[in-house]
């Protein structure tokens, strides 16, 4: 049984306890052991075999169509990404030829992140593994650890700092949405050495990490708004842009924009002469 069958299974389950009987049309009522819809009732109106669903989740290595799993998509109500995410897992995507990678040296990362500032800015891995920063950012998180920090990983940064609840406003959504982007990423990574060891340590350290790996939840890169409470300059907001380096396919871009003109104004205010390592 493949890595990629078993997570396919655990997916389909956890997207099928998310469908309530009354959005596809079946009676609510009835005695049911977990919520959602049943392997049978998601069978039938998928128009496939019950036999065959229940492997198909079970992590079996059965056959599947493109035409099947648009069914089973349909019935599930995935979103676009959901989808995206089923088929990677089904193995019924084409396989995706690496892309070269000459044509945007380390150097010109560091370059294009320099000139971004005074906008704090960031390159990652889909693993969230910093890569690059520049000056703005580092500066402006410079006092975001209560403990030294080692991991050199958002998510990590994040779900382990003591005082990221008191900093980052908007924790929860941060948080989910890192976890959900990490879980779209994983579709291409599934039994990569580097990625199975940093899940099972994020698993072994975080049960508020492992529960929200558990939900199975996928996301495609949305702009979305960044509340901190800075040490110095108290509030500020930015919107939280995510951009793909299309020479360099597992690397994403980051850059904080100030939403209002107060967070504009106090961005400079975050500054200082000596350069910190980047958390």
């Known amino acids: 049984m493949s890595t990629y069958r078993v997570e396919l299974g655990e997916f389909l389950k956890a997207r099928r306890a998310r469908v309530s009987p009354g959005s596809v ?58 989808r995206e995410h089923l088929y990677r897992l089904a193995e019924a995507t084409p396989v995706r030829l690496p892309r070269p990678t000459e044509c945007a040296s380390e150097a010109v990362l560091s370059e294009i992140l320099d000139t971004l500032d005074p906008l704090p800015a960031l390159i990652t891995n889909k693993r969230f593994d ?10 402006l998180f410079h006092d975001w650890h209560a403990l030294p920090c080692v991991h050199k990983n958002v998510l990590w940064c994040i779900i382990t700092e003591p005082s990221a609840r008191e900093q980052l406003v908007n924790y929860d959504n941060e948080v ?63 919107n939280v842009t995510e951009l793909a380096l299309p020479a360099h396919p597992d690397l994403l871009l980051f850059v904080e924009t100030p939403a209002d003109d107060e967070t504009r104004r106090k961005l400079p205010l975050t500054r200082f002469s000596a350069t910190p390592a980047a958390h």
Not at 132 to 137: D, G
Not at 184 to 206: C, F, M, N, V
């Open 25 to 82: 049309g079946l009676p609510e009522g009835g005695r049911r052991r977990t919520p959602g819809l049943r392997r049978e009732e998601l069978a039938q109106l998928a128009g496939v075999g019950v036999t065959w669903y229940t492997w198909l989740e079970q992590g079996r290595e059965i056959n599947v169509s493109g035409q099947v799993l648009d069914a089973v998509a349909a019935t599930l109500q995935l979103s676009p990404v959901e």
């Open 130 to 139: 910093i890569v690059r920063s520049n000056a703005a950012y580092r500066e």
């Open 176 to 238: 989910a949405y890192l976890v959900a982007r990490l879980r779209s990423a994983y579709g291409e990574h599934i039994g990569d050495p580097d990625w199975e060891t940093d899940l099972a340590r994020l698993q072994s350290t975080s049960p508020e990490f492992t529960e929200l790996w558990s939900r199975h939840e996928v996301a495609d890169c949305t702009p979305r708004p960044r509340h901190i409470v800075h040490p110095t300059t108290g509030d500020m907001h930015f």
